[in-house]
């Protein structure tokens, strides 16, 4: 567009300035008239066929991965169907030659020349793999986040994606379920925080720069609270819980600028999520003015029949469509039964007209009408459009600050890379499980192993050996033989153990959230040979660690790190870095704890600090209530003490603000960073408040035998919570505050909120 802006050279400058922002606002609006105009316009020449094509979106024919009862598509029917306006985009297409192919039939073959839109799972990188999203979530810094989703957007934009599915905000309490590994874990403002980046860096700072991408926020809502941990399964929330736990996220990530959403598979409390108002319509667009497009999840609509809440198709569909769901992704449901229900006066024609508005306004923030190709030319040969080696420092950077230290016993970390023979021992030594349960795209660049990266560090690289001890879920034949010769012909044993990648994300919930026995029974043979023992956990999800693992020197949790997986971790082992993430969910000791939290209620019968063992207290007999290891848990290569914990005024005024002042020492001989965290406890509200609750947090470095400050500011807003009439309330009364290293323990103070 022209630029509006006219020639004032000679014009003071503040005037200059003035009159340079009335035109760029009114240039910004008349761009948005043009724009809408052009939307309108359109929807008034579309036939119903042709708006519900702009609802109706698939996996290209041939690449459907997962659920196998999608509708098959075959090429020429697609491309018979995109030529027709039948299709608004596809999803997790590979290449660029079909992206292009396709667009070309849209943009140049269809009566209207929509353009297509093409979506794909980013869920963690596309050719640079960052680490999984709770394993970064261990970082506790959304900026890394946002770092990390701007790059991956920049890498799969030039692949012809605008549009990802992604970030996953659902908050996951219980360790079963399998898809806790493509979130921020269990905490509301932690998840919260990063849902926010996560939509702040996949779309940049505007949609309609080539690098940006649409973020889908998902799936709403409360799928992780599926009952059992089970994938899919029945989720039965109180609408309290709903908004205090699971919707923040979401609402962090609209708040951020994300302009589509998916709906999720499960009911809650009898009404499935794709098919209720109250959600969709009642709190994503009356109570938060949501401006995008709701998409179902993969088939949702049709699944509403298998849930039993829908007779047919087509009352499947129109249950779905007049409840919220804009989009329909792969059942073609939309596209059977949309029309005749429009025609039968069942859905009327203003819903249609608004939900396809909603998606076309979209396109049109893209910049897709205007440059429909961009992003699937050719790049000349030796050219890329991203840094790509700066991507995998990057990836290097936000795997080493991924990593949890949980323990270190007498100091055994770092390692020497000079003098130590190690034995490097377990199924994840080498190349396998490397990236995490989220990548359906071929290309990424070839990852470093744990093994590659120990040698190329250490100083004499035939000090290491490697043997692999056990398979993942089976035992080696001779395996364990052979590593307990390894671990005692080693100084020390780095035993890298855990889940496989299919052992968490969709549909892989496990009902036991242990090591599996085969490399438990290996960790408890090496242990028995007395030799220090540093574990490396590889995993997507908190596990209960016992015997052989739990008992060892040192521990590591490292997730699924991606690309730099092996650089991140010999980084930490030998100290070049020091371990800095923060555990994002609670470790319990047994499985059978689960779901655990650190947020939870006090019941009536609270057990008792000083006497854990006291009966009639909520308790189990054979454990007590405390984790393993804490949500925000973790340690550096050196100690710090929490000291000088300073709140006032002891009285916060109804609308004054609170000043939380603590000291933190670094008593070791390596600096360090440590994450501060802040909690409060409500001694008594109209409606039963959980025994803590994060408030702020703040990642800081704190040099060797130094001391730095941190301090946060606190207001009545950070004391809301749902009342019984479900409105966001804030009732004065007295407060437990405490600034400490995690969830358990810190130092402790008191306030009292003053009424209004
Ligand atoms: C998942 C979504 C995903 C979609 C498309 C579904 O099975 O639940 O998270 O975005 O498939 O791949």
Redesign the pocket.
Known sequence: MRSCVPSLSQAPRALLLFVTALCLASCASLHRGVADGRIESLIARMTVEEKVGQLSLYAPAGEI???PQAAHQSAERELADIRAGRITGF??GQGLEAKRRAQQAAVKESRLGIPLIFAA?IIHGFRTVFPVPLGEAASWEPALAERTTRASAEEASSDGFRWT?AP?VDIARDARWGRGVEGAGEDVLLSSRFAAARVRGFQGPDLSRPDAMLATP??FAGYGAAEGGLDYNTVDLSERTLREVYLPPFKAAIDAGALSI?SA?NEISGIPSNANRALLTGILRGEWGFKGFVVS??TADEELIAHGFAADGREAAKRAFLAGTDVS?QSGLYMRWLPELVASGEVPMERLDDAVRRVLRVKEKLGLFDAPFRGLEDDPPGTTRYDAAAHQALAREAARRSIVLLKNQGDLLPLSKSGTRIALIGPFAGMSDLFGPWMVFRGQAAPVSIEDALRGALADPSLLSVSRGSNVETALPGGIDAAVAAARAADVVVLSIGESEKMSG?ASSRSDIEVPQPQQDLANAIAATGKPVVVLLRNGRALALKQGVRDARAILVTWFLGSQTGPAIADILFGDASPSGRLPVSFPQTPGQVPYYYSHKRTGRPELADHPDLSYRARYIDATNEALYPFGFGLGYAPVRYEALEVGPAQLAWNGTLSVKARIANTGHRDVEETAQLYIGNRAASVTRPVRELKAFRKVNVPAGGATEVEFTLSRRDLEFIGQDLQPTVEPGQFDLWVGPSAVGGLHSTFVLAPG
């Open positions: 991965v997962g659920n999803f997790n799972d599915f996953m998902k799936h998916m598979f999840d993969y992704m969709e």
